[in-house]
């Protein structure tokens, strides 16, 4: 390829200019001359724009990328439409007297400047954030409002439920008072909302009781979920014309429900009253140990601050992992009839007994209780185990309870495990969280009357 000459051709426009160039002949000859140059240098300029080397390129592009940024630069660098307030104005004389110096205030009538220019927002683009509404006395009033009305709607529908009616929306409405049944939609909406609101206002309130009951058997979901549902309870029945805050009269209802939760739902067999207001010493003293040193406190510590002895607070600690031996007076009657192999347990069982603060008695009556349970969960799971149910939710419930309380691996699992652990042991046809909740707690029911009909209650003698 021939390539092109980079010469700059000699140009044929005139020297000068002459009268006769004037005329129109004349114009018109000068205009073709020149449009022949100009087509000629850019015949000249493509052939050098196809022979450029790379670095002109390079060049070329980063005096472009030079321009951009300049340009830009610019852009924010120029000055904002709306002029800030005079100095001699009302706003700039205050301004002199709110203790900030010149460079603040400068500062202050440029940022106050863009917000103008922006229409209310920020560099960032984002709307400026408004300091968040104080929870007042008279919101929470309306809240509780909103949530007693809901409860007393769905009252009036369990009502009829239990009078053997069956009630359409509009019924609903006329029994609970409304119009029509959009205002019963929305009574109904708005106190779900309500609820929630108070909830979220309230949710360092209810963690700060939950973590008075930590490390009694119950994860902290489960805590959080019977917490919640108690201080809703209270709000249902607060009275807003006793001039009381809802968290000072739900305080003692949502203790009531986790003490007793942590009582009835911490094992397989119920803690005696002493031994759960132990175990709930011993979380205060360790969280008040840990505040004043920093450090973890040993259990030695633990049980001087709660004042009991260490061998008892041992005890109580392993029952959280275990069944509730340590926290019963159980005393043996002889040997199990079913079997020297049931008494002893599986070497498994063995090993996660042997703690050095156990002695060899409670040793024994741990693996004796072990065994007494394990021989009622599989009268349970068999098909007459427990008279009125049916085989299958038999051994789904043994199945749950064993899990449970980690009766197999020593384990104590979740609700929400024990249902994973089943949905994955059936193919995803497993319980859900509040079935299994349903399955545990009917299975202790029919846990203690096959101890009494099989007559292995005269193996153990349970004292409060």
């Not at 979920?225 to 305080?251: C, H, M, Q, T």
């Not at 002695?359 to 799971?381: C, G, P």
Request: hydrophobic share 35%; glycine share 6%.
């Amino acid at each position: 390829m021939k390539e092109a000459s980079t010469e700059l051709q000699p140009s044929t426009l005139p020297e000068t200019w002459e009268r006769s160039s004037l005329s129109d002949d004349g114009i018109r000859e000068a205009l073709r001359a020149r449009s022949k140059h100009y087509a000629a240098l850019d015949e000249i300029d493509q052939a050098d724009s196809a022979t450029m080397s790379p670095e002109r390129e390079q060049e070329q592009d980063d005096a472009q990328i030079s321009k951009e940024q300049t340009k830009r630069r610019k852009q924010r660098m120029a000055k904002p439409s709306v002029s800030p307030p005079a100095p001699n104005s009302s706003e700039g004389t205050a301004a002199k007297d709110d203790g900030l110096s010149e460079r603040q205030r400068r500062r202050k009538r440029v940022g106050w400047a863009l917000q103008q220019r922006n229409g209310g927002k920020t560099m960032k683009g984002s709307k400026e954030k408004q300091p968040a509404a104080m929870f007042t006395r008279e919101l929470e009033e309306q809240l509780c409002s909103q949530i007693q009305e809901a409860q007393r709607l769905r009252q009036v529908y369990e009502d009829a439920c239990s009078r053997g009616e069956q009630l359409s929306e509009q019924q609903w409405a006329q029994a609970g008072g409304l119009s029509s049944v959009g205002k019963l939609q929305k009574a109904l909406q708005a106190g779900t909302a309500a609820q929630k609101r108070l909830l979220k206002e309230h949710k360092g309130f209810l963690i700060s009781l939950v973590n008075k009951h930590t490390r009694q058997g119950l994860s902290h979901e489960e805590l959080m979920i019977e917490a919640s549902s108690a201080f809703i309870k209270a709000a249902e029945r607060f009275d807003v014309s006793k001039n009381a805050r809802l968290p000072s009269y739900g305080w003692f209802a949502v203790m009531a429900a986790l003490q007793q939760l942590c009582q009835d739902e911490g094992a397989l067999l119920p803690m005696t009253t002493s031994a759960s207001r132990h175990l709930v010493r011993l979380g205060q003293a360790e969280s008040q140990l840990r505040q004043k040193t920093g450090e973890d406190p040993t259990l030695d510590e633990i049980a001087a601050q709660a004042g009991i002895t260490t061998e008892r607070a041992q005890l109580l600690r392993n029952r959280q992992n275990a069944i509730a031996y340590e926290s019963i007076n159980t005393t043996f009657k002889g040997g199990v009839t079913r079997g020297a192999d049931d008494l002893v347990g599986t070497d498994k069982e063995q090993a996660d007994l042997q703690d050095p603060a156990l002695s060899i008695d409670e040793r024994e009556k741990a693996l004796h209780m072990r065994a007494v349970v394990n021989l009622a969960l599989d009268a349970l799971a068999c098909k007459h185990g427990a008279p009125g149910g049916y085989p299958k939710r038999n051994q789904l419930m043994a199945a749950a309870m064993r899990l449970r309380y980690g009766l197999d691996d020593n384990k104590p699992r979740t609700l929400k495990e024990v249902s994973a652990a089943l949905r994955a042991e059936h193919n995803s046809k497993g319980p859900s969280i509040e079935m299994v909740r349903v399955l545990v707690e009917d299975g202790k029911e029919r846990l203690a009357l096959i101890l009494a009909q099989e007559g292995l209650l005269k193996e153990l003698q349970l004292s409060a």
